[in-house]
């Protein structure tokens, strides 16, 4: 026996993939509905082998529904995720709306699926941010085995992070280079084809932007508030893949062999880590994948118990659908069980 399954903002790229991996996954669905703002009502988008006609939101009725995907802004979120809650369908949010409310879970489900039993009190699930998942997969594993005091993390994040407008640009901005009459303006504070941007959502009076923010803030909720994050966020010209440089701080000494036997065992991760040209994964290998890929894990011997490694993950999946539909699944399996 399956599932009643609503995909809300079907047509942008973190719904589109939802369905992708809905139906990849073949996740328990009797009935599917593919959710829209007006302006994209009736827009034809795919699950599986079946092709949906996009419903409008602002009329639909949750009721007997099971679980919502939600892929849409903070602000049609706050209106429309307490609707669904209170008709009695459980709202899994990729938003941040509902991320630092101490009533609504935040899960990674390979790091702490526990937590999925506190979605009665609000019938509402936080998906976290897309560079915070991928981190907190690489860390829990050597957490429960050395107890982390400190991260420092660098994040090179894709473009598709900020929706199909910034991808629109890069490739706008690309071509532009080399015709400068295709050139349409910048979709970022500054040029992104062919530079970096230290700058993810707005500045806060710490100085951090809050991306930085989110990644401490949501580290400390999803895995171990003791632990101490500091993040610089950057944007680069990349399509799709977010990269990280993670340095760790152990309570106890872990060898960095040991660490890449632990990591090979840990699921959602895939360690590719040999110290020859291309012994390695970018960010361009990971695009269509489901793993978190480790590489480049070394000793760091300016700390008495430190560690090293680049961590890259497509963050459209396990960044955003992917872990939604791992939470519907850990959801399903634990606490909806049907059948």
Same mark, same amino acid.
């Given at each position: ?37 007006? *302006? ?99 860390? *829990? ?93 950057? /944007? ?27 990591? /090979? ?32 894990? /070394? ?41």
């Amino acid at each position: 026996m399956g599932y009643n399954i609503v995909v809300v903002g079907a047509t942008g790229n973190v719904g589109h993939e939802m369905l992708n991996i809905l139906a990849e996954r073949q996740f328990p669905v009797d009935k599917i509905e593919a959710l829209a703002s007006r *302006k994209s009502l009736g827009t034809d988008v795919s699950f599986g082998d079946k092709t949906l006609k996009t419903k409008d939101l602002d009329t639909f009725d949750f009721t007997g529904w099971d679980i919502a995907l939600f892929a849409v802004g903070s602000d049609a979120t706050k209106k429309y995720a307490p609707i669904a809650a209170k008709a009695g369908c459980v709202v899994i949010d990729n938003s941040s709306l509902y991320r630092y409310d101490p009533d609504v879970p935040l899960i990674v489900p390979e790091v702490n699926p526990q937590d999925v039993h506190g979605y009665s009190k609000k019938n509402i699930i936080a998906n976290p941010n897309c560079s915070t998942a991928q981190m907190v997969v690489a860390l *829990k594993p050597l957490h429960d085995r050395a107890t982390i005091k400190r991260v420092v993390v660098s994040t090179y994040q894709s473009v598709s992070g900020s929706g199909k407008g910034a991808m629109d640009a890069l490739w706008n901005e690309t071509k532009a280079i080399y015709n400068p009459t295709d050139n349409k303006g910048i979709f970022y504070t500054k040029q992104i084809a062919f530079n970096v941007i230290p700058h993810i959502d707005d500045f806060m009076d710490s100085g951090d932007t809050r991306e930085e923010w989110k990644m401490i803030a949501e580290t400390k909720k999803i895995m171990d508030p003791k632990i101490k994050v500091t993040a610089t966020c950057v /944007r680069v010209p990349v399509f799709v893949g977010h990269s990280e440089s993670i340095n760790i701080e152990f309570e106890d000494f872990l060898d960095e062999d040991e660490a890449r036997d632990i990591l /090979r065992e840990a699921p959602g991760i895939m360690v590719i880590d040999k110290r020859e040209d291309g012994g390695y994964v970018t960010p361009i290998e990971c695009v269509g994948d489901f793993a978190t890929f480790i590489s480049r894990i /070394r000793q760091d011997v300016t700390v008495e118990n430190g560690l090293n490694l680049w961590c890259v993950s497509d963050n459209l999946r396990k960044g955003a659908a992917l872990n939604a539909v791992q939470i519907a699944e850990t959801l399903g399996r634990e606490c909806l069980k049907k059948g």
